[in-house]
């Protein structure tokens, strides 16, 4: 190695040699608090229990099954075979009264409004279609 020619050469010399070993002294910190935090916050895949793994699937789910009535212009879909064949026993009215206020989650009043009746025969609808599809799906689960 040769020497410095003035004396200012080698205090440059020594400042940048400070530079990096400072520059390499916060790398090294700053790697070390990210490692820790890693460390602190994630945790293997393996190590998660049963119930921890279970939460974090999805259980993808095809509604190929699924019976689709069309009720004013919306397409309801009930995925209970039972309730779906006793639904399409009711009557085209009851049918939809039950599917807009259950499924679609509609009062009686917006029934009435979207089917031009008054809401007390919407009320009284929906409470026989309720003891009908009652009595079917009894008399269905009986015969299983």
Do not use: W
Not at 40 to 62: C, G, V, W
Not at 91 to 99: A, D, F, G, H, S
């Amino acid at each position: 190695m040769r020497k410095p020619s003035c004396p200012d050469e080698m205090t440059v010399r020594h400042q940048f040699d400070r530079l990096c070993q400072m520059a390499l002294k916060g790398e090294a910190i700053s790697y070390y608090r990210h490692m820790a935090y890693l460390n602190d916050n994630e945790i293997l895949f393996s190590e998660l229990s049963e119930a921890e793994r279970n939460q974090m699937t999805k259980l993808d789910n095809y509604n190929v099954e699924n019976s689709h009535f069309s009720v004013l212009g919306y397409d309801v879909e009930v995925e209970n075979m039972l309730l779906a064949e006793a639904l399409s026993q009711l009557t085209e009215k009851k049918r939809n009264v039950i599917l807009l206020s259950y499924f679609m989650e509609m009062s009686d009043a917006d029934i009435a409004r979207e089917m031009n009746l008054v809401r007390s025969t919407i009320h009284e609808h929906r409470t026989r279609s309720l003891e009908i599809l009652r009595k079917i799906m009894e008399e269905d689960k009986n015969e299983d």
